[in-house]
Nanobody, 128 residues
Framework: QVQLVESGGGSVQSGGSLRLSCLVS????????MAWFRQAPGKEREGVAG???????SYADDVKGRFTISQDNAKNTLYLQMNSLKPEDTAMYYC??????????????????????WGQGTQVTVSS
């Protein structure tokens, strides 16, 4: 069983920065794709950024150039550095893992159906 625990959310003013962390624990017999998603009230969950086993990354158009996904395998931790935050970035942010394949390679997916483990989320609120 894989556990994902997010942290680092909070309240920040427009233009500010936050770094989210996702601690991964439990048995993983693969090198999974990992991703960050977010869900604002009344909206569907959407992909923000993904990273695969080759450290190839993908980003949603509205966060490109502002957000950076990275991972520290020694610490079993996934990160999302968020800069130049905007009020429309306000949402619950979720970490997700796709452990369905032994090795995940090639343009990491930002589709919710491609991920089989999810964290509980961390709230990010950006005020104007």
């Amino acid at each position: 069983q894989v556990q994902l625990v997010e942290s680092g959310g909070g309240s920040v003013q427009s233009g500010g920065s936050l770094r989210l962390s996702c601690l991964v624990s439990g048995y993983i017999n693969s090198s999974p794709c990992m991703a960050w998603f977010r869900q604002a009230p009344g909206k569907e969950r959407e992909g923000v950024a993904g990273i695969d086993s080759d450290v190839e990354t993908s980003y949603a158009d509205d966060v490109k150039g502002r957000f950076t996904i990275s991972q520290d395998n020694a610490k079993n931790t996934l990160y999302l550095q968020m800069n130049s935050l905007k009020p429309e970035d306000t949402a619950m942010y979720y970490c997700a893992a796709d452990t369905q394949y032994d090795y995940c390679s090639g343009s990491p997916s930002l589709l919710t159906n491609d991920y089989n483990y999810w964290g509980q989320g961390t709230q990010v609120t950006v005020s104007s």
